[in-house]
């Protein structure tokens, strides 16, 4: 499917995705056709070793920023068409406030790494159950634990606890209202009942009190505020549609919403996952709330993506040419290197490990070094290894869900790699199409906000809204890439070997930490 000139008339949406470097906002059709982009940056503050936090004001002043931006893009008949905003955040991360919106604290970044006491005191496997979210560095609850006894007036103080979407939604409606799809990666819910748990809110040191209405997605939430339907000049009431967190909306953006479709994420962190009308625990990987009514998503996450091939590519520079840092480059140098690099093996864990063992203790690794390898053979290592790692974590969700992945739509920094993204396919082992839009998580809130007003369908059989319809009708795709079964085959016994070096390597990376912990401690 290729984008197709915009529609003429019909219905438009804003849809705002604010993430952990900047708020994007577009304007968009029914056919997923993007009018207009804003962006606007957050400085990531970090105050200390491991931690990463954001002025919670910056949330709504570039949410409100980049909304202005898209609708001044627009004459006033095509602004009569806006009929409703979507929301994405980034997730995980929230912020202490006053009832009338004044922040108490910063806002606590989902890869913070301040919380390692106490996901060691709290997490579990019954948490991950009961929650979803495996303990590890990214769930707010061992952070909120954190302040509960390391800043325990700060919590006190608050009249609320909310993610970065219910404070979008509090400055945009004046009410406190989040997404079950947005509020439930905090790892406060009982997910199988898509509400606050008592259990876990007790551990947070928080109370329900302190926590936004809950709206499942793709609903109404609420209508903006009078000033800011005058201030856009918009000219009549808009609603805001319950949003989703970010990873979720890239899947719906990809229309990754069939058995044995999924979607992958080649950004930063690279992440994975599948619908599912049921909720499926298991120790591999995380459950969220998915944007479609009443679904889960069952998503793998590996925090070394694209970051760990920028950081091999920065920190060994090729000396004959020490100011060329440039992908392409580097992708020809590695692509000269057979499959498997000569026997040189990573272990890609530089930010701990996420799946399938949520080790926050864990190190990086590179074995089989020997005197012909070079700087070319560890950037192909580096990357095989993220691939080898997504391998074994799509096992672990074919294996809980029962049903074969077919085919990944894949988005994010990554895709722009030929060589990673024939990598990617070769060690995964199915075809990998690419999403055009440059916004796959914002045009999924786009979608949710399509859905929320019936632009494509009635709704379904059970009345809720067809979010499904509408992410097939507005997802937009390019290039197939086809994987090369031969090199697929010798990956699968690579990728066995190098299954082997965290079991053997755990032990010793809990010890290094003990030893690094006290003389940091003693520092």
């Keep these: 499917m290729t984008t197709q000139k915009?529609?003429?008339d019909g219905p438009l949406v804003i849809a705002v995705d604010s993430s952990t470097q900047s708020t994007k906002a577009i304007i968009v059709d029914a056919d997923g056709n993007v009018w207009a982009t804003a962006k606007r940056p957050i400085p990531l503050l970090t105050p200390a070793m491991d931690f990463y936090e954001h002025d919670p004001r910056l949330w709504w002043e570039t949410t409100h920023e980049t909304i202005s931006e898209v609708l001044a893009s627009l004459d006033q008949r095509d602004r009569d068409r806006i009929c409703a905003i979507g929301l994405t955040h980034q997730r995980e991360s929230f912020a202490p406030f006053t009832e009338d919106g004044t922040p108490l604290a910063h806002g606590i970044l989902w890869l913070d790494g301040r919380a390692i006491d106490q996901i060691a005191e709290y997490g579990n496997s019954h948490i991950h159950q009961l929650s979803g979210k495996p303990a590890g560095v990214t769930?707010?609850?061992?952070?909120?634990a954190w302040l509960k006894e390391k800043k325990p007036e700060i919590l006190e103080k608050a009249d609320r606890v909310v993610d970065v979407l219910g404070y979008i939604s509090f400055n945009l409606t004046g009410h406190w209202l989040s997404s079950t799809a947005a509020a439930d990666s905090l790892g406060?819910?009982?997910?199988?009942?898509?509400t606050w748990s008592s259990e876990l809110l007790e551990i947070a040191g928080v109370s329900q009190e302190q926590m936004p209405q809950l709206i499942p997605p793709a609903t109404k939430m609420c209508k903006i505020r009078t000033e800011l339907t005058k201030e856009w000049k918009l000219s009549h009431d808009i609603?805001?549609?319950a949003g989703l967190g970010d990873g979720q909306a890239a899947g719906i953006g990809a229309a990754a919403v069939d058995p044995g479709v999924g979607y992958l994420n080649m950004g930063t962190a690279v992440n994975a996952g599948i619908e599912s009308d049921q909720y499926i625990y298991h120790p591999a990987f995380r459950t969220h709330v998915s944007g479609i009514p009443d679904h889960y998503v069952m998503e793998v996450l590996q925090s070394s993506g694209s970051y760990l091939a920028d950081w091999v590519r920065k920190t060994f520079a090729d000396p004959d040419n020490p100011g060329n840092t440039d992908v392409a480059y580097e992708d020809l140098m590695a692509s000269k290197i057979t499959?498997?690099?000569e026997g040189l093996l990573t272990l890609p864990y530089w930010n701990a490990v996420q799946s399938p063992y949520w080790d926050a203790k864990a190190r990086g690794a590179v074995i089989g070094w020997r005197g012909t390898h070079g700087r070319a053979h560890l950037y192909r290592s580096v990357m095989?290894?993220?691939c080898l790692e997504m391998r074994r974590n799509l096992d672990f969700l074919e294996s809980a869900s029962g049903i074969p992945i077919t085919e990944l739509r894949i988005m994010g920094g990554g895709t722009r790699s030929p060589l990673w993204r024939q990598m990617m396919a070769d060690v995964v082992g199915v075809p990998l199409t690419v999403c055009i839009a440059d916004e796959v998580s914002a045009l999924g809130a786009a979608v949710l906000a399509m859905a929320g007003i019936n632009a494509h369908s009635s709704g379904t059989d059970r009345g809720l809204p067809d979010v499904a319809a509408s992410a097939k009708a507005m997802a937009t795709f390019g290039q197939t890439i086809?994987?090369?079964?031969?090199n697929h085959d010798a990956y699968r016994k690579i990728g066995a070997i190098q299954a082997k070096i965290y079991p053997v390597l755990q032990e010793l990376f809990t010890e290094l930490d003990g030893v690094v912990r006290q003389e940091e401690n003693r520092s």
Excluded: Q, W
Excluded at 139 to 144: G, L, R, T
Excluded at 188 to 194: E, S
Excluded at 482 to 486: F, G, R
């Design 139 to 144: 769930p707010a609850i061992y952070k909120m």
């Design 188 to 194: 406060l819910f009982d997910i199988r009942a898509r």
């Design 482 to 486: 086809e994987p090369n079964m031969d």
């Design 239 to 241: 609603p805001v549609i």
């Design 384 to 386: 095989e290894s993220i």
């Design 339 to 341: 499959p498997g690099a």
């Design 6 to 8: 915009r529609l003429t």
